[in-house]
């Protein structure tokens, strides 16, 4: 295996001015697919208005250690990294949805270029091969247009996995400290971008070294200031809030990790055949137009007479197999389930593509231009439909237009949801939290059959006095309009109906 590693570095030539250039024409495709017609669309619930909502909280109070979906609901369903972006975004760009969505179009080139720096090192005569393989996906060029955490969570390991093939597979038998570092650094983010899940391609890792130089060798990967950076990267948020409210050790661990692995209590899809009905459609469709190179490029582990031997004779090969195989089962047993988790897995199925086709693609000849043009306008078209033409039941920005032809906005100053459920989960998929950037108010939601729902009610209403009320369809108004009087509300008016649900202006 060191034969391999030595004869890997032996062959990467120094960079040309060719390289040079083939890395500008890259980036020049990034900004391209990652800009075009970015923010020309508007924020479809409920995901991306919640988080965008959470950004918009922390801008408005200050606190950024605590995301919160309103000034009284705190929500640690993910660590604070896609809120803290967001934020930041919205206060350089402005409260619009290009600030929301450019960094996702930043995060989108980000990996491109990780995935060029480990094409130097593992397709040295091709090294923009994978990263174009990434940026033509049907699924990675879509899900730069989503506001989620995976965008950023795909980064992350594509630095830390970045950092570990420099790492693995350099110029010298001993991992250079700067590669681990970082290494280390992506795992920290990771961590702090999506929690343990982040983590999942690090089992690959360990598997691999464990395989290729023992128990012993990971010794040198896993060194004792890579761990401290990780520590103080991806752990330090979680140990100051949880000092703050020491209720969330119970909380991560009962809802964030085990209700998301063995139960389907956040109705993602699951059941034994969930997984199959989420992820083999994503991989498939998300996977064109290299699908077919992905089935011929995949390992043929089990074909091989020796296993051992197939191992030894194809380590990149078999780390890439790993980095796919060993998430994508966690992802399967797991019971939340959603295509944006399988991100992260395009990026050793773009260089497992382009170690396919590294002989067989060549940006040289005529025919393989116009074909890579004539995807990336099918692409952009994609795009702009996306942004024009299609206008979800879900889309916050027309909603937003539509209650300002109801009520005129400066005649209240805060929003309050009332639904009928007592589950905390249904207040985050059917409260419209994305209306705080088009409308700038404060959204509230109210799970009128919760015990504490009449406190809560009244807390807001306090905090707000002139707030626009919307009565879920399956609640009698005059039950609402009882509860809001004890909680001290005198004027009552209504305004109208929005899609059978009743709006009331009220004012203490």
């Known amino acids: 295996m060191q034969n391999e590693r030595s004869q890997a570095a032996s062959v990467r030539p120094r960079p040309a001015y060719p390289a040079y250039r083939a890395l500008l024409w890259l980036i020049a495709l990034g900004l391209l697919l990652g800009f075009a017609f970015q923010g020309t669309r508007g924020l479809w619930g409920p995901d991306e208005g919640r988080y965008v909502d959470a950004a918009l909280q922390m801008l408005d109070t200050g606190d950024y250690l605590t995301p919160g979906y309103s000034p009284d ?72 247009n989503i506001v989620s955490t995976d965008v950023f969570l795909c980064l992350c390991e594509a630095l830390a996995m970045l950092g570990f093939v420099c790492a693995a597979f350099g110029e010298q038998a001993r991992p250079a400290r700067r590669h681990l570092w970082l290494m280390w650094l992506g795992w920290g983010l990771a961590f702090l971008t999506k929690g343990p899940p982040g983590l999942l391609p690090l089992l690959a890792v360990i598997v691999f070294i464990a395989g290729r130089d023992g128990w012993r060798g990971l010794g040198r990967y896993f060194l004792p200031s890579g761990l401290l950076l990780f520590l103080a990267v991806g752990l330090s948020w979680y140990a100051v809030v949880m000092l703050r409210y020491p209720w969330l050790p119970h909380y991560f661990l009962q809802q964030e990790v085990y209700n998301r692995l063995f139960t389907g209590a956040q109705r993602r899809h699951a059941g034994w055949l969930g997984w199959a009905l989420v992820y083999l459609p994503t991989l498939l469709l998300g996977s064109l137009p290299w699908w077919l190179s992905l089935l011929r490029g995949t390992p043929g582990v089990l074909r091989a007479q020796n296993w051992r031997s197939w191992r030894q004779q194809h380590a990149v090969a078999w780390l890439l197999a790993l980095w796919f195989a060993l998430p994508f089962v966690v992802f399967c047993l797991a019971q939340s389930r959603l295509p944006l988790y399988l991100l992260p897995l395009f990026l050793p199925i773009a ?63 805060a929003m309050i949801f009332i639904q009928n459920t007592a589950q905390s989960y249904t207040i985050e998929e059917e409260t419209l939290w994305g209306l705080r950037l088009y409308l700038d108010k404060p959204v509230y939601g109210i799970a009128m059959l919760a015990p504490d729902a009449g406190q809560s009610l009244c807390h807001a209403l306090h905090k707000y006095p002139s707030s626009l009320v919307i009565i879920d369809s399956y609640l009698a108004p005059r039950k609402i309009e009882r509860e809001l009087q004890a909680c001290g509300i005198r004027g009552m008016t209504r305004v109208d109906s929005w899609r059978k649900r009743v709006l009331e202006q009220v004012q203490s």
């Open 73 to 144: 609901e705190v929500n640690f369903s993910k660590p604070p990294t896609t809120y803290w972006v967001l934020a930041a975004a919205i206060k350089l760009g402005g409260r619009n949805s290009w600030a929301v969505r450019a960094p996702y179009a930043l995060a989108f080139l980000l990996t491109m270029l990780a995935l060029y720096g480990m094409g130097r090192r593992l397709l040295p005569e091709k090294p923009w091969l994978p990263a174009l393989v990434y940026a033509l996906s049907a699924f990675p060029f879509v899900t730069a």
């Open 351 to 413: 260089l497992i593509v382009a170690l396919e086709l590294r002989d067989q693609i060549d940006l040289h000849t005529a025919q393989h231009r116009a074909w890579v043009l004539m995807w990336v306008i099918a692409l952009l078209s994609l795009k702009a439909s996306a942004a024009y033409l299609m206008h979800p039941p879900n889309d916050n920005r027309l909603i937003a237009q539509q209650f300002r032809q109801q009520i005129a906005s400066d005649r209240y100053a």
